[in-house]
T-cell receptor
Framework: GAGVSQSPSNKVTEKGKDVELRCDPISGHTALYWYRQSLGQGLEFLIYFQGNSAPDKSGLPSDRFSAERTGGSVSTLTIQRTQQEDSAVYLC??????????????FGPGTRLTVL | EDKVVQSPLSLVVHEGDTVTLNCSYEVTNFRSLLWYKQEKKAPTFLFML????IEKKSGRLSSILDKKELFSILNITATQTGDSAVYLCAVRGGTSYGKLTFGQGTILTVHP
């Protein structure tokens, strides 16, 4: 079956512009996650959606970052007034989200964002 | 604050060598530890460990968790050039059920 997909694969924007990044999770997965990976760094948690529960936004670095998940499936991460330090690879993951300790996250290929 | 530290940060070996990658962690309410392999963009899942002392094995790769000493190791035997990648360790715990806290990764380079 299809894995997690993300679009676009690459995005170049100018400082101050808004960008939207899209994630399509694995069909049937109820949990969806966004992470950010800056050059040479590990992954940094941003936000987590589980079913209809309120999302865990504890990792969002500023109020310029927001995310939504429509219909419990596709998610969009929006960055407003982009800054050069926002340049990174943005990775989306999904998991079955069945509340088990063994719940495993599967990652998409990411969107490489470059802010000039 | 939850913390995951991997060592070494980078490692260069020749084909056929055996390598051991280390991951230590500090996290409240530990649930599981995961290893991922990242070659280009998408990290691919290798192992999940929840119980101490039980080895997970897949081909030439194996991993074990020590919950008392708060660390895990990933072993790769008879390395091949295709094993060259960044190996990421992540821990699930803390106050957020779903969030993974990642280490900075170990860059493994295997020369022919």
């Amino acid at each position: 079956g299809a894995g997690v997909s993300q679009s676009p694969s690459n995005k170049v924007t100018e400082k101050g512009k808004d960008v939207e990044l899209r994630c399509d999770p694995i069909s049937g997965h109820t949990a969806l996650y966004w992470y950010r990976q800056s050059l040479g760094q590990g992954l940094e948690f941003l936000i987590y959606f589980q079913g209809n529960s309120a999302p865990d936004k504890s990792g969002l670095p500023s109020d310029r970052f927001s995310a939504e998940r429509t219909g419990g499936s596709v998610s969009t991460l929006t960055i407003q007034r982009t800054q050069q330090e926002d340049s990174a690879v943005y990775l989306c993951a999904s998991s079955p989200g069945q509340g088990k300790i063994t719940d495993t996250q599967y990652f998409g290929p990411g969107t490489r964002l470059t802010v000039l | 604050e939850d913390k995951v530290v991997q060592s070494p940060l980078s490692l260069v070996v020749h084909e056929g060598d055996t390598v051991t990658l280390n991951c230590s962690y500090e996290v409240t309410n530990f649930r599981s530890l995961l290893w991922y392999k990242q070659e280009k963009k998408a990290p691919t899942f290798l192992f999940m460990l929840t119980s101490s002392g039980i080895e997970k094995k897949s081909g030439r790769l194996s991993s074990i968790l020590d919950k008392k000493e708060l660390f895990s190791i990933l072993n790769i035997t008879a390395t091949q050039t295709g094993d060259s990648a960044v190996y990421l360790c992540a821990v699930r715990g803390g106050t957020s059920y779903g969030k993974l806290t990642f280490g900075q990764g170990t860059i493994l380079t295997v020369h022919p």
